[in-house]
DNA sequence: CTCTGAGTAC
DNA sequence: GTACTCAGAG
């Protein structure tokens, strides 16, 4: 049997709202090392992958391996009756042909319970190839977002180009076409959260920094001023004066996101790790609307803690080689959805082969795969 | 004539805001008590009483009982107009082919006056027997409201049962099935207010206090700690107390929500009696969420300062019997917009007669009437 | 007092 | 599904 505690069911009413939409039912696959799910999309033009690690409840058990044929629909309706703060349990006996969910409010006075339907589905579950990517993009996830859904008023497809110059997002539609530029946030001086990757890039990244976000990130105090010229500057000039406290991320490097990749980028991976220090509470607050920055720190913090931010800024880019591919936005924009899952997310590719587009937070990961388009389709 | 000046347009705002879905058009029962309106909903299945009290205006005057026939879809229109802390005056003469609305701002520097077509309506209004309720289910109306919501996303109906583990609300829909079970709030050491019913309460109910709301109680310095389990001996003990000033209710006993319900639970009412002693506002604000507790002692202020609170928090369950009834959800969630009217609502079961949602607010109450289903419909 | 989020209505 | 209104939080 199966009895999952997960501290806050916002958790998984955030992962259910990204990929209802693409998904209709789906297997989740659950064992000792957690659950895991990975579906087409109904198209089956895109594939997702999401991992909810043991470490991340409150409390885990799984005596045995078993598939919990879900509907997403289903489901949803059932998690919109939890509060965000509401204890999950999920619970399944080794017939699994039941998912139960327990909500228990703060202050147990309230305890809900609400019994699934499971559903036999046969999963095609195909193996991902591990891949070394010729490029990785690592960005605040909002603006991810917040560039393919501009994009798709315009177009149906983006390239996507990485090259020295940075990553350029290009779309061509009746009425306009467009494309945007983001240049490698530039390292702040010190402090600078984002920085670079530390050691192990191995190639020729290159981290400008653009992006003129309002950022508030978690800059130390350094301050760094960024006028060079155009953009930019000021994005970083605040993050870096927010900044009081946080002792910042700096040595963490590996411990972030290396599960699928490799050597490849997993200096950069830093990044997510940082842990903030106790204190923090910061003014991390807003990350609201500003176009790029967010600074809301909570995104991975560390896979095991329970929040986690992470830097809340900066694009960094790094590259092996050339890359050029075309998407569908219409899938991307679904993917973005994940945005309130964790404040990054690393746009993986390599030519001709499919786009990963990953977000890491405290209890797992969401990954998304998204074969290019050939030629002009 | 009728002249009827309300401190707040917002009470009448609210008030149409809770009945404007269910109701097209009700005939206002002015008379020297205040003013009444009973009517049944659109598919007349339900039946929605409100009753604004004389003692709940700041000046009334009612020569003779008038019935004013009103388009609520109308009303709502010209109190749209109003802001919700603007004086308002109501006036209509004897024809009753006319009601007028004042509103008048805060500093006087604007008055604003609406001239409201009446129609004649045939009141075809229904005696609401009263009834000695089998349970009595008192909890933060916000919590009721999305109960209900949540459950209705599942199916259409839902089986409400007390007994002594608690009110628990069963909902069978296709994607699953849900329950939620609400566990009286336990009380707290002492203080707690809303210890038991007075005498009256001649069943066997039981009077557990548990409550663990905060309470505000109006308790006075006493404390009763109702423990006892069942019976009520605080309810009146309460009341006594808190009535400093205001001249109130106390004696108004009957005044609260006798009605219809009766000796019953009738010494529990008092609970919205209390009145706080004039310097209330005090810290009454907050009411919000916590759990149970909370200490905020402000609540009800009384039923003439503008806002009432109540205590704030938690769930007191009473019975006499086990009920066990089943409701079309659809209505509970247009009774539940009544939220904003009061915090609190109290929900009045017996098996096989119509459940009672009662809100009550400093000026009056509204109380709606849902006849159970029967078997399986 | 302003902003953000949720719920309700069209 | 989109827009508007109301309520709660910062």
Redesign the interface.
């Known amino acids: 049997m199966l009895e999952a505690k997960l501290a806050e069911a916002a958790i998984l009413k955030r992962l259910l709202d990204a990929i209802k939409e693409l998904v209709a039912d789906a297997n989740f696959e659950c064992n000792e090392e957690g659950i895991h799910l990975q579906a087409m999309d109904n198209s089956h033009v895109a594939l997702v992958s999401v991992k909810l690690d043991e470490s991340g409840f409150k409390s885990y058990r799984c005596d045995r391996p078993m598939p919990l044929g879900v ?1 997403l ?2 489901l949803t ?2 998690l ?2 939890a ?1 965000d703060d509401d204890l999950c349990i999920l619970k399944a006996t080794d017939d699994a042909d039941i998912l139960s969910l327990t909500y228990e ?3 147990s ?9 499971l559903m036999d589905i046969d999963s095609d579950k195909l193996g991902i190839p591990d891949t070394d990517y010729d490029a990785r993009v690592t960005m605040p996830s909002v603006e991810f977002g917040r560039i393919v859904r501009d994009l798709s008023q315009l177009g149906e497809s983006v390239r996507i180009e990485v090259s020295k110059e940075g990553v350029r997002f290009f779309t061509e539609g009746e009425a306009a076409n467009g494309n945007i530029l983001l240049k490698q946030t530039e390292a702040v001086g010190k402090v600078t959260t984002n920085g670079s990757a530390s050691g192990s890039q191995k190639k020729k990244a290159k981290k400008e920094d653009g992006e003129d976000n309002d950022d508030d990130d978690d800059v130390q105090e350094v301050e760094k001023d960024g006028d060079e010229e155009d953009e930019d500057e000021d994005g970083d000039k605040k993050k870096v004066k927010k900044e009081k406290k946080k002792k910042v991320k700096k040595e963490g490097e590996d411990v972030e996101m290396d599960d699928d990749e490799d050597a490849e980028f997993k200096a950069d991976e830093e990044e997510g790790e940082e842990e903030v220090d106790d204190e923090e509470e910061s003014s991390s607050k807003k990350r609201k609307r500003a176009p790029a920055k967010d600074t809301k720190k909570k995104s991975k913090k560390a896979k095991k803690s329970d929040d986690d931010d992470e830097l809340p800024e900066g694009i960094r880019i790094e590259m092996n080689q050339h890359v050029n591919l075309t998407f569908s936005l219409k899938y991307l924009v679904n993917f973005a959805k994940s945005s309130s899952l964790s404040n990054i997310v690393q746009l993986m590719l390599s030519n001709d082969v499919p786009l990963l587009v990953s977000y890491e937070f405290g209890q797992g990961h969401i990954r998304y795969y998204l074969a290019p388009k050939i030629g002009d389709e």
Chains 1, 2 share one sequence.
């Open positions: 509907n629909n289903s309706k059932v919109k009756c509060k409010a703060r202050n006075d309230r305890i809900a319970e609400y019994d699934m339907k």
